[in-house]
């Protein structure tokens, strides 16, 4: 299912690259590009979250064009294949991201990381709407208790990146594991919240949810291409 080759990216053609000479102002500048990508694509979520496939559909429409966008060799084989930094999933050259082909790869820039962080950040600015609006419908414990299970299931998701870029696939695989459990928990506690007359809740309820099951089949793909890689390394005696 998926054609990633750890080959393909090496520690050699990064030093090709040569040495990024940025300072402070060009890493900040490049990090606020990075949360307007993210906002990119939580716009363009938005717009098509009542297809059948929105992820891919809002993927496709901020360019990454890929026979499957959320295969490991996006941002790690193609990436630098030209020699110039280009990348096949880069964004529309008509678009306004200003990142270009000379520009360091970090994570920042891993759809998979841009998606996760989009939907946490949707899925915490309902909690505190949430919060805000009914208050009363929320024991500390229960605050509590969603607000950590989201955190920690970013943290392990963004944690399985790193492993993919590090080529520790059983690592990913450990984190996402985790994180589907840290998931599933967000998605209970969700569940169990009582609904209200003004409507407020299960509106939120709905959208957090609807983010929740989206990034669960996400993380569930790349979890397969893990696991279908790590039994390919052992197929060749890796």
């Not at 059948?52 to 959320?70: C, I, K, Q, T």
Request: proline fraction near 3%.
């Amino acid at each position: 299912m998926s054609n990633y080759d750890i080959d393909n990216y090496s520690e050699g053609e990064w030093e090709d690259r040569g040495e990024t000479a940025w300072n402070e102002f060009d890493w900040q500048h490049y990090l606020q590009q990075n949360e307007r990508d993210i906002d990119k694509f939580r716009s363009f979520y938005e717009k098509v979250k009542d297809e059948a496939n929105p992820v891919n559909e809002a993927a496709f429409l901020m360019g990454w064009e890929h026979e499957d966008w959320s295969h490991l060799d996006l941002a790690f084989e193609d990436f630098n294949s030209s020699g110039t930094g280009e990348i096949s999933g880069r964004l529309h050259e008509d678009d306004e991201s200003d990142h270009n082909d000379l520009d360091p790869y970090t994570l920042h820039r891993h759809p998979v990381f841009i998606i996760t962080r989009g939907f946490y950040l949707d899925l915490k600015k309902c909690w505190e709407l949430f919060m805000k609006r009914c208050p009363r419908a929320l024991t500390p414990i229960i605050a509590w208790q969603y607000s950590n299970s989201i955190h920690r299931g970013e943290m392990n998701a963004i944690l399985s990146i790193q492993a993919i870029d590090m080529g520790d696939y059983a690592l990913a695989v450990c984190h996402l594991k985790t994180a589907l459990s840290d998931l599933n928990q967000s998605l209970s506690i969700l569940q169990a919240l009582p609904n209200n007359n003004s409507g407020v809740i299960p509106q939120l309820k709905k959208v957090s949810i609807k983010r929740l099951f989206d990034m669960r089949e996400v993380w569930l793909r790349i979890m397969g291409d893990c696991r279908e890689e790590i039994q390919r390394r052992f197929q060749d005696g890796e």
